[in-house]
């Protein structure tokens, strides 16, 4: 109940959005390889970006 009202870190953020756009280039995988490859481009600069700030 107290973590209710807890703020969320920029980290768990970003993981949050890292989870959505992998979810999403999973689903267009087999519809759209191209769409579904960058995707994958966008949720690796999400990693890259998460590991920054974890450093």
Known sequence: MF???????EVEKLQE?????????????????SDSDQK???ADAILKEI???KK
Do not use: C, H, P, T
Request: net charge positive; glycine share 6%; aromatic share 14%.
């Open 3 to 9: 973590g209710l009202f807890k703020k969320k870190s």
């Open 17 to 33: 959005k890292y989870k959505k756009v992998m979810e999403e280039g999973f689903k267009l995988q087999s519809i759209n390889r």
């Open 40 to 42: 994958y481009l966008e």
């Open 51 to 53: 590991d920054a700030l």
